[in-house]
């Protein structure tokens, strides 16, 4: 199958807990690419919400991707200690 870029956000303030912009989530969407800037993240794929000491840690400059309707609404980040930003790429099946 081959995916294409459905959307994209930044989400720049991730001092409490916060996922995906909803709308960004629609059917179609496969899964995210992100990418934490700015500063190190951590984050969590099972809608436990992530602290500085619980969750997968993202650090700054690296990506990975949430694969699936189900992690990608679980999704919740947080800044580990800086001003981190979250790039986020959606990819999805491509428009019909």
């Known amino acids: ?3 294409d870029v459905v959307d994209r956000e930044t989400i720049s303030d991730v001092s409490d807990a916060i996922g995906f912009t909803s709308n960004k989530l629609v059917a179609r969407n496969s899964y995210a690419i992100i990418q934490a800037v700015d500063g190190d993240i951590r984050f969590t794929l099972d809608g436990t919400t992530p602290t ?5 840690r ?13 992690s990608m609404k679980a999704f919740k980040c947080i800044d580990d200690g800086g001003t981190a930003d979250l790039e986020v790429i959606y990819m999805g099946r491509a428009a019909a």
Not at 64 to 69: D, F, K, N, P, S
């Open 1 to 3: 199958m081959i995916y």
């Open 58 to 70: 993202l650090t700054e400059d690296s990506s990975v991707e949430v694969w699936g309707q189900a």
């Open 52 to 56: 500085a000491s619980l969750g997968l």
